[in-house]
């Protein structure tokens, strides 16, 4: 597929069908990483103006990190904070135990109490809707995390300019290849 094409700035298209079909995902790939990379800065940005505390022996920023879906998912990305394989989304507190602290201070905590069960009542799981037995304990009181949510405020921030900044890059991406490969 070695076709020449003579103006980038004209058919985008016929430029990226010039390409063959691993620089193609090579190109989407690395436009989807520098946007999640751009979205992780602004998380990490919104996670210290939340109010949330710095951590001790790790700081809690390092929490939060990107995934770029394998190509056998499709195109895309995400930004999480959630636990994922050993160390991605965990916190090491100061007692050296990893825990995953941004995932509770994002979504917040119930409110908890230690002790013996007391009572039990079924109520419905948060995560799957289905009907579980709760319980009430009579022990000490352990509070709960309120809900910093500064992903979600990341997200209604960055929303309106994530495609376009992802159509520029794929595009800078594609140029970048075409000119590597003498296609213009």
């Known amino acids: 597929m070695n076709q020449t094409v003579s103006d980038i700035k004209s058919p985008f298209l016929d430029v990226y069908k010039a390409l063959d079909m691993k620089t193609q995902r090579k190109a989407m790939k690395g436009a989807m990483r520098r946007e999640g990379n751009r979205l992780k800065k602004a998380a990490v940005a919104n996670l210290g103006s939340s109010g949330i505390g ?3 022996k790790r700081s809690l920023s390092s ?3 990107v995934r770029t ?3 056998r998912y499709g195109l ?3 930004v999480s ?3 994922h394989g050993k160390r991605k989304g965990i916190h090491l507190n100061r007692q050296s135990k990893e825990k995953p ?3 509770w201070a994002e979504d917040g905590t119930r409110y908890r109490k230690a002790g013996r069960r007391i009572s ?4 419905k799981s948060r995560f799957t809707g289905k009907k579980i037995r709760q319980y ?3 022990g000490a009181n352990r509070g709960k995390m309120k809900r910093y949510a500064f992903l979600a405020k990341t997200e209604q921030q960055t929303a309106d300019s994530v495609e376009t900044n992802l159509f520029n890059n794929l595009q800078d991406n594609i140029e970048r290849a075409a000119r590597k490969q003498g296609l213009i």
Do not use: A, E, H, N
């Open 54 to 56: 710095k951590g001790t």
């Open 63 to 65: 929490g939060i990190y």
């Open 69 to 71: 879906y394998p190509d």
């Open 76 to 78: 895309g990305f995400m």
């Open 81 to 83: 904070v959630k636990p």
């Open 101 to 103: 602290v941004l995932m």
């Open 120 to 123: 039990s009542f079924f109520g």
């Open 136 to 138: 009430v304990r009579g």
